[in-house]
């Protein structure tokens, strides 16, 4: 079964440097996608980065980073020169092949990890 | 608005009342996704459309629980007999179609609390 594992329940960072997000997750199927999301305090569900499990390079957008290490089953999700703007809850959720498992794709998404940037 | 749109935005409940909240997905989205979100969880899946056809409702609690879109667009979720367990925050999605990479794209959600 599909799992997304996010061991951090809360993190805080510094204004202006970086800060790593884990994301480990369980699939045994060859074919599937990697999402992050951001939900601010206003409740929207805001998309910021996607690795496919067969891309060869670790996805970037803008000061989002997605460092993709396949073998160890994880996504963690790495922001640089963080900024106050940055504090919200971060989602890491997985998809499968929806041509291949005919499922339509639904996300699976993993319990959160709610980022604090101190200025 | 291309955004997708959700109402009511809130929704209080008495217990045993049934509720429907109703999904405006972006204009040419194939794919409709609803998901539930408990406080401080991820959203969980529901039920999933492509065009009016229903192809997964495996993420649905119980018979208590329903979904139509019956021309493709326009989406209601339904719980009959609600129950307090049921409060949670609403959220619905659409995508381009289903493929892999196909961002979901996710509405405001509605906050439904059953008193």
């Known amino acids: 079964a599909q799992k997304i594992t996010q061991t951090q329940p809360g993190m805080f960072v510094q204004e202006k440097e970086a800060v790593t997000l884990d994301c480990t997750y369980d699939?045994?199927?060859?074919?599937?996608?990697l999402f992050w999301y951001k939900q601010p305090s206003s409740g929207e569900m805001i998309f910021l980065i996607y690795?496919?499990?067969?891309?060869?390079q670790n996805a970037t957008e803008g000061r989002y980073s997605l460092n993709f290490q396949k073998a160890r089953k994880s996504a963690n999700l790495v922001i640089s020169a963080s900024q106050l703007g940055d504090s919200a809850m971060y989602f890491c959720?997985?998809?499968?092949?929806?041509?291949?498992?005919?499922?339509?794709?639904?996300?699976?998404f993993g319990q959160g990890t709610e980022l604090s940037v101190k200025p | 608005g291309a955004g997708v749109s959700q109402s009511p935005r809130y929704k209080v409940t008495k217990r045993g009342q049934d509720v429907a909240l109703r999904c405006d997905p972006i204009?040419?989205?194939?794919?409709l996704y609803w998901y539930r979100q408990a406080l401080g969880q991820g959203p969980e899946f529901l039920t999933y459309?492509?065009?009016?056809?229903?192809?997964?409702k495996s993420g649905l609690p119980n018979d208590r629980f329903s979904a139509e879109r019956p021309e493709g667009s326009i989406s209601t979720l339904t719980i009959q007999r609600t129950e307090q367990r049921d409060s949670a925050m609403y959220r619905c999605?659409?995508?381009?179609?289903?493929?892999?990479?196909?961002?979901?794209?996710f509405g405001p959600g509605t906050r439904l609390t059953v008193l």
């Open positions: 999605a659409s995508s381009y179609t289903s493929g892999l990479y196909n961002e979901q794209f």
């Open positions: 699939t045994s199927d060859p074919s599937y996608g």
């Open positions: 690795q496919g499990s067969y891309d060869q």
């Open positions: 959720a997985m998809r499968e092949d929806p041509t291949i498992y005919n499922q339509g794709g639904k996300l699976i």
């Open positions: 204009s040419g989205h194939v794919s």
């Open positions: 459309f492509n065009y009016e056809a229903q192809q997964d």
